[in-house]
Structures are given as structure tokens and as C-alpha cells.
């Protein structure tokens, strides 16, 4: 199956539908524990998939046991990992720090090409990477030299960085991908792998007491997240990633504080800092240094 539409309008829309599931991540802190958020997530998007996809799982299954330890890493790090560890950060964090956090990804996905793919890196490209970075910083420490000299940074940003890692590696890693594989197949098998660890985290969670409370908002958020962000947002992404590279598609990911910190500010009443607003200026800097010859 191809989306017959241009990559960079199912780019445009991913990052709107990722930014909103920051921001409901953020909204549903209180009623929706994060591994739950994420467990239940996946399960429906499964559901959601299955219908469509076993036809073509079956008829692919002797190209996915072949395949099994790449789509495992991959079901570990973008199903796993990525949105549990957001759900998890944003418990402490706000949704506009995280979303402005997670706009490091692409810069991220340029390192890896250049430490694990030996992809040149110009001067220019590593500037751009550390004023970036140092955008990030800016952040997670509010701009103030105490606590970047202490170390004390909040934990919700430490989770959101593992996120960014998780994802940044899961794009890199997409190359790995079964050229052949229909792409209802391999985001089916990655989702029905990373629920495996998610079962287990799920069942920990119970057991400390953890409980969604049913009610038509909850149940409205979660399908959400379990159609649009997950679904959708991910089948938009790795065709897009396939078309365009990833260096190219990354660059989409900056729109995500754009829509996120619009709805944060009218769903969530969040307010916009100064010290955020700096870093990022310092992210898009480093953004235009390092992309400006690196998507030519």
C-alpha cells in the first residue's frame, strides 16, 4: 500500500498529529498513567491494523522470520520505547518544552549517519549540530548556569532526550527495513513486537496500583493516539522516509513545536518563556547550518 500524495504534505501532517499527541499526553497526566497511555495505545492501533494487514502478513511471513532481529530492534525503539518514555517525561515536564526538546531529533539522525554510515559531515554541519544541541541545553536547564554547573536538570527532560535517542536511532535504522515488505506488514509486526516489553511494563504498572479512569475523555485520548499518531502518522512517515531519506524528512519534525505550542497554549494554557524562545533560536540556527548542504 502507497499513500498517493506528495511525502511532504504526509510529513506536514505526521508532525500535526505527533504534536497533538504531546499535548494530550500532558493533558491526560493526571487520569491516564504513561505506560497504560502507551500499552493501550499500541493495542488498539493493532486492532486497527490487523484487519487490513494479516492478508499480507501472511503471505510475507517467511520474509518477516528472516527479518526478525532488525524488526525487533525496531519495534523495541520506536514502539517501545519512544512513546513510553515521552508519556513518562511529560508527567513533569510541558508539552512545549518537550516538543521543543524533541526538535533535536534530525540533528541526531545526521550524527548517527556520520558515526555509524560514515556520511561526510562539513564543518559547517557540526557547527550547526553543537548550537543546536546547545538550543536543547538551553531548555532543559531554563538558561541558568546554576543548574548547568550542579547537573540538576528535570527528570521529565532527561525522559524526553531518551525518547529523542530512541527515535533518532529508529530512523536511522529504518535503512534495515525488507525492501519488499508492504508497509501494513512491517508496521503491524514492529507494533505486535513492542508490545511484548509493553505487556510487561503494563502488568508492573497494575501492580503498583495504576488505574485509567473510564470516561469519554480518556476514551476519546486514547483513540486518538491509537488512530492518528499511530496508525497514520507512522505508515505517513516511513513511506516518507523511504521517498525522501531521512535527513530530508527530519527536517518536518521542526514543525512539531509550531503546532504544539499553538495547542498547548489554547488547550493547555501553557505559557511561552523567554529561556525557550532562546533555545529555540538556537535549534533552527543550527538547523539551517547543518541542513542547508546536507538535503541538496
Known amino acids: 500500500m502507497r499513500i498517493n500524495a506528495h511525502p511532504f504534505l504526509l510529513l506536514t501532517l505526521t508532525a500535526l498529529f505527533w504534536a497533538g499527541n504531546f499535548v494530550i499526553g500532558r493533558a491526560m497526566k493526571s487520569s491516564i498513567p504513561p505506560i497504560s497511555l502507551a500499552f493501550w495505545r499500541w493495542t488498539l492501533a493493532l486492532a486497527i491494523l490487523i484487519p487490513f494487514s494479516f492478508p499480507h502478513l501472511r ?7 528472516q527479518n526478525w532481529r532488525w524488526l525487533t530492534v525496531l519495534g ?12 513518562i517525561g511529560l508527567h513533569s515536564t510541558t508539552a512545549t518544552n518537550a516538543l521543543i526538546i524533541n526538535s533535536v531529533i534530525p540533528i541526531l539522525i545526521v ?22 544541541l546547545s538550543g536543547v541545553l538551553t531548555i532543559i536547564c531554563r538558561a541558568n548556569l546554576d543548574v548547568i554547573l550542579t547537573l540538576k536538570i528535570n527528570s521529565g527532560d532527561a525522559w ?18 525488507p525492501a519488499h515488505l508492504h508497509p501494513l506488514s512491517f508496521l503491524s509486526a514492529i507494533v505486535a513486537i513492542g508490545l511484548i516489553p509493553l505487556s510487561l511494563l503494563y502488568a508492573w504498572e497494575l501492580g503498583q496500583g495504576e488505574r485509567i479512569e473510564l470516561n469519554p475523555a480518556n476514551i476519546t485520548s486514547i483513540l486518538y493516539v491509537a488512530l492518528f ?57 543550527g538547523i539551517w547550518l547543518t541542513t542547508a548542504t546536507s538535503t541538496v
Open 59 to 65: 503471505a510475507e511471513w517467511p520474509v518477516l522470520r
Open 76 to 87: 523495541v525503539l520506536g514502539i517501545s520505547c519512544f512513546n513510553t518514555f515521552v508519556y
Open 111 to 132: 550524527l548517527l549517519s556520520r558515526l555509524l554510515a560514515a556520511t561526510p559531515v562539513s564543518r559547517r554541519q557540526a557547527l550547526g549540530i553543537t548550537i543546536s
Open 160 to 177: 524526553i532526550l531518551l525518547a529523542v535517542l530512541s527515535w533518532a536511532f529508529y530512523t536511522f535504522l529504518l535503512r534495515h527495513r
Open 229 to 285: 499518531p499511530s496508525v497514520l502518522a507512522f505508515i505517513f512517515w516511513n513511506q516518507s522516509v523511504r521517498e525522501v531519506g531521512p535527513n530530508k524528512a527530519g527536517l518536518f519534525l521542526y514543525l512539531m513545536p509550531v503546532f504544539g505550542t499553538i495547542l498547548s497554549i489554547f488547550f493547555l494554557g501553557e505559557t511561552f518563556y523567554l529561556f525557550q524562545l532562546a533555545g529555540i533560536g538556537l535549534i533552527f540556527s
